[in-house]
């Protein structure tokens, strides 16, 4: 056989066995995925299961089949529109955040489950009719998103921290790189033997902070609990803190849901006790973080550069200062995007409705009192 021809064959027999093995790759298991913090039953039941009915978004005829497998005594009505699902709110005893207004709580007398498709839930914690019911219980998408995001953050830092800002767009001009900038370039940095400072070490920041000790960093974080951080954390702190840590940090990755608490967590004083040259990620919330102040220590050189997936106002509006920051990486709220984030929410999703019909523990329970 021609030597380019063993090639080719040897090439084919290598995607062969890579498409076997991405196919044989096991599907996203919920319950590894979602939490039993708080966990609480929506509805018990008692011998026979009753019947139930969950108001849905859109989902194919395959996914309607699959959740009737998973329960058969819940019926799903999906496709309806917001006004649809108001004239059927005496009908629901479980439903999809986006339906759960005021006016249609004030109308679902037997509702005793809202699932949130989000993992941040700040704005039905402003829906006091939510809040105030003991009855309802309320479940998020914590951690689904965990894989998709922690990637799109360092994907973002190592932008910076390259310099492909640059290359990328002499690239557009066809040039190798003949084109001197108008000022000096940053030294590219390397992360090995850098620190990494996780604050809000949930399941996004754990995912973050199993990629940054694969870049061989070292990893502290903060967390609310005393649940002790993985084996590649070697410190986690209490949001208290976070002052006499920030110091220490070479990179700052903010993982914290929004609440009363964290709102502009990162003002001119977390700032100022923040390590020169150092770099903060925000794929959480854009209000945790104050925008002025940010400007400010990006401006004056304290912050080496920021990688924003959310900002505040969001969207951040055309002209605004920080898109013209030669520091800052911004990216439109999208760093959950993949193939892996859908599967992950849908068996989430499924085992929750197989729950729910069966009269189990809900996974992702939110704490609607502290806000996640």
């Known amino acids: 056989m021609h030597t380019h021809t063993r090639a080719r064959v040897a090439a084919l027999l290598v995607l062969v066995v890579v498409a076997a093995t991405w196919a044989q790759a096991p599907k996203p298991d919920a319950e590894s995925i979602g939490s ?16 139930l009915t969950f108001l849905a978004g859109e989902l194919s005829e395959q996914e309607i089949a699959q959740l009737k497998a998973a329960a058969p005594n819940v019926t799903v009505l999906h496709g309806l529109t917001r006004e649809q699902a108001l004239e059927r709110a005496g009908e629901a005893n479980g439903v999809d955040a986006r339906f759960a207004t005021p006016a249609f709580l004030a109308k679902a007398k037997s509702l005793v489950w809202v699932q949130a498709m989000s993992a941040g839930v700040d ?13 309802i219980v309320l479940t998020n998408m914590r951690a689904v998103h965990a894989p998709a995001i922690a990637d799109h953050a360092m994907a973002m830092l190592l932008t910076l ?18 084109d001197a900038p108008a000022a000096p370039l940053p030294r590219p940095t390397a992360l090995a033997g850098k620190t990494m400072l996780v604050v809000g070490i949930g399941g996004i920041g754990t995912e973050i902070a199993q990629r940054a000790h694969g870049f061989g960093m070292r990893v502290i974080a903060t967390r609310r609990s005393d649940t002790p951080g993985p084996a590649y954390v070697e410190r986690v702190g209490k949001p208290e803190d976070l002052l006499k840590m920030l110091p220490e940090a070479d990179v700052v990755a903010v993982c914290v849901p929004l609440t009363s608490e964290t709102e502009h967590l990162f003002d001119a004083k977390a700032f ?6 150092s770099y903060l990620i925000n794929i959480a919330r854009g209000r945790i973080v104050d925008t002025e102040a940010l400007i400010a220590a990006l401006e004056s050189g304290k912050l080496a550069g920021a990688c924003l997936d959310v900002t505040d106002p969001e969207p951040l509006p055309d002209g605004h200062e920080l898109w013209g920051m030669k520091n800052v990486v911004i990216t439109p709220h999208v760093a959950s995007e993949a193939e892996l984030t859908t599967e992950r929410r849908w068996a989430l999703f499924k085992e929750n409705i197989r729950r729910f019909g069966a009269g189990e523990p809900l996974l992702n329970c939110v704490d609607k009192k502290a806000g996640y």
């Open 272 to 277: 100022a006790a923040m390590k020169p040259g």
């Open 36 to 51: 039993t913090r708080n966990a609480r039953v929506a509805y018990p039941m008692h011998g026979e299961k009753a019947p």
């Open 161 to 178: 921290t390259r310099g492909l800002p640059f290359y990328a767009a002499q690239q557009v001009k066809g040039h190798w790189n003949d």
């Open 123 to 135: 704005h039905l914690i402003a829906n006091k009719a939510l809040v105030e019911n003991d009855r």
